[in-house]
């Protein structure tokens, strides 16, 4: 089991750049591939990106490819979200996610472990 807590959330112009940190506590977090999803006002949760176990391959949704960059630690157990040319759709509550499933995995019910959340705010 791994919990997860996410910071670095705040308000941010358009066109400026946010970074998001997820840290994990147990033993087990190289086990897990990480994603990042967001939940804007009245929509549905969403990718975001994924990074496998190693951080050698990772996966973004074309939304924010190119503009979003995701890594990891493993020595410090903490995953990141590094947000580039932040636009006002970029807001949402952003989540981050461990899941044992290997290959790509961008669907929220693959991931079984949930950090709570964190806001990103970009005022236009």
């Known amino acids: 089991q791994v919990q997860l807590v996410e910071s670095g959330g705040g308000l941010v112009q358009a066109g400026g750049s946010r970074g998001l940190s997820c840290a994990a506590s147990?033993?087990?977090?190289?086990?897990?591939?990480m994603g990042w999803f967001r939940q804007a006002p009245g929509k549905e949760r969403e990718f975001v990106a994924r990074?496998?176990?190693?951080?050698?391959?990772?996966y973004y949704a074309d939304s924010v490819k190119g503009r979003f960059t995701i890594s990891r630690d493993n020595a410090k157990n903490t995953v990141y979200l590094q947000m580039g040319s932040l636009k006002p759709e970029d807001t949402a509550v952003y989540y981050c996610?461990?899941?044992?499933?290997?290959?790509?995995?961008?669907?929220?019910?693959?991931?079984?472990?949930w950090g709570q959340g964190t806001q990103v705010t970009v005022s236009s």
């Open positions: 990074i496998n176990r190693g951080g050698g391959s990772t």
């Open positions: 996610a461990a899941t044992r499933v290997l290959g790509l995995a961008y669907a929220a019910e693959q991931y079984a472990y």
């Open positions: 147990g033993r087990t977090f190289s086990s897990y591939a």
